[in-house]
């Protein structure tokens, strides 16, 4: 076999996985179907509202222990830390799959981007507090944390029976 062969041969290889790569991304649940956007939005709130749950189970001593509690404060600190723009891409709003999430949500940009951004500061108050062991700084970190959430809801997201 000449170079030239060898060479063309390689191309066409390539191509094809490529191809195989692409079809595969795009046939699949990938980032650019709303649904699935959708429902990861809702994995990355309830993984959120785990962390923030199991803090709060400790802080009762309601069974969670010391170290869920801090599983669970690193779970809300990474997930809080994602982009809005990829928990809240465009067109995911009510209608598409069972999103909860309001039109005007997109709307105030601004204000629900500025919503998002206040999770992750009050997590990580959340974290050193708990890291801190005093209990009554965990319970107060904990309610200006859930108060982040809350925020949010009450504006952007409707209400489900
Ligand atoms: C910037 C706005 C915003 C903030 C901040 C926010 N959420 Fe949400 N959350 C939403 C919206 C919108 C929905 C509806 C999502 C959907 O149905 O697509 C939602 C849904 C949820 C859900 C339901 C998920 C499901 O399975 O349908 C939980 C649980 C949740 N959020 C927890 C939290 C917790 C805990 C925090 C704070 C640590 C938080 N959220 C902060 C906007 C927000």
């Given at each position: 076999?000449n ?8 191309a ?15 046939g ?15 994995q990355t709130m309830?993984a ?11 802080v009762?001593?309601?069974g ?33 799959g ?15 981007q ?7 500061p ?19 970190a904990?309610?200006?944390?859930s ?15």
């Amino acid at each position: 076999m000449n170079n030239r062969v060898v060479n063309v041969l390689a191309a066409t290889s390539v191509a094809g996985l490529l191809f195989a790569l692409f079809g595969l991304s795009s046939g699949t649940a990938g980032a650019a179907d709303p649904a699935a956007q959708v429902k990861e939005r809702q994995q990355t709130m309830k993984a959120m509202g785990g962390g923030l749950g199991a803090v709060a189970k400790y802080v009762k001593g309601e069974g969670a222990t010391a170290e869920d509690a801090s599983k669970g404060v690193a779970a809300l600190v990474a997930a809080s830390g994602k982009d809005p723009k990829a928990v809240f891409p465009e067109g995911t709003e009510v209608g598409v799959g069972d999103s909860a999430a309001k039109p005007e949500l997109w709307k105030n940009w601004s204000k629900a981007q500025s919503d998002w951004g206040a999770v992750q500061p009050a997590a990580q108050k959340l974290q050193a507090a708990l890291q801190g062991g005093d209990r009554a700084q965990v319970a107060q970190a904990l309610a200006a944390t859930s108060k982040t959430c809350g925020g949010c809801h009450e504006d952007f997201r409707i209400k489900k029976n």
